[in-house]
């Protein structure tokens, strides 16, 4: 026979998964829209630090940008492996196929290491450039990656140029 | 006599520097003093609740699956925390979102937990976790100021120049790894020799 004593461990953890595993649901089901509208009032903020006074469409997950009433440029979001995980990354371009500007959208990179990518003096380089222009000092380009952070340098670099060639596809 | 519990986990039993615990974010996100901060807010407000929480319900956890319930509780808490933050506020999920799924794995939570709240009351838990925070806060700001310095030449904290240049070419390797070991070294040392833990 089992008794009270072997039972009682079991039944408090079973218990315990449950009720915590219950209340992450509901968190989870009660926050999911709000994180998500969140994150594309984030998208859209983002959007404009690249280009300032334009105007938003959304078209299969690329967007196009206007001024006026005047096409200036396409942005897409990429993802990409960094050191520590996913990385969202959006990459503008103006239609005559360079880089408008890049931005970080979310990142696991460590701090104060490859969290630097998302700084400004990194990520104001690749503006301009065009898709053979877009590699690493290390790589024989003329992006100066971060200091210490060359897999996360790398892999901005990457996600910029994805981005860039689906931007270059679907503008034709 | 109580007040005891609150002060040991300032310099005796200072988490980081005394108990040696916790060291693999110290040593990740000391390489600012800027992350230092966020790390500190989002860390005493984690150890604080779940440690009451464990306490609240020290009576009905088993002794033999304690470790397995603790940390069920810490995991699910922290993340039911950072859902609500990205759910609800966005601008402080940007502060403080990456260092919230690093508090699951720091042991001091895990460590305070077992040592402390399972066998304590209430109130003793609420002032041995904040004497915990305000020791854990103070040991990885003090880590990061000198790696910030002597790594950058210069601390920066929220776009204000508390220090400007010092240096015309620090030494990187400060904010890279092995500073975070030649630091933490060097201050074990230093509160070794002092006697303090």
Known sequence: MVGKEEVRPVAVLVITCLVWGALLGLTHSATEKRIEEAERAELYRTLSQIFPSAQFKEENGYYTCWENGVLVGYAVEVEERGYGGKMRVLVGALPDGTVAGVRILSHGETPGLGARVTEETFLEQFRGKELGGVVLKKDGGEIEGVTGATISSRAVVRAVRSGLENLLRWME | ?197
């Open chain 2, 1 to 197: 006599m109580r007040l005891q519990e609150f002060t040991k986990g300032i310099l005796k039993k200072n988490p980081v520097l005394g108990l040696v615990l916790g060291l693999c974010p110290t040593l990740a996100i000391t390489t600012r003093v800027e992350n230092a901060l966020g790390m500190s807010l989002a860390f005493t407000f984690v150890i604080v609740l779940s440690n009451l929480l464990i306490s609240l319900l020290k009576r009905f956890i088993p002794r033999d699956v304690r470790i397995p319930t603790f940390i069920v509780i810490i995991a699910s808490f922290v993340t039911i925390v950072e859902m609500l933050i990205h759910g609800y506020s966005p601008s402080l999920y940007e502060q403080l979102g990456i260092f919230l799924p690093l508090i699951t794995v720091n042991c001091i939570v895990l460590g305070r937990a077992e040592a402390f709240a399972s066998k304590r009351p209430v109130s003793e838990t609420l002032l041995d976790t904040l004497g915990m925070s305000v020791g854990f806060s103070l040991a990885i700001l003090v880590i990061s100021f000198l790696r910030e310095l002597f790594g950058t030449g210069k601390v920066v904290v929220f776009g204000y120049q508390v220090i400007p240049g010092i240096l015309s070419s620090p030494p990187v390797g400060m904010i890279l790894p092995p500073g975070a070991f030649l630091v933490m070294g060097i201050l074990l040392a230093v509160m070794k020799k002092a006697g303090v833990v």
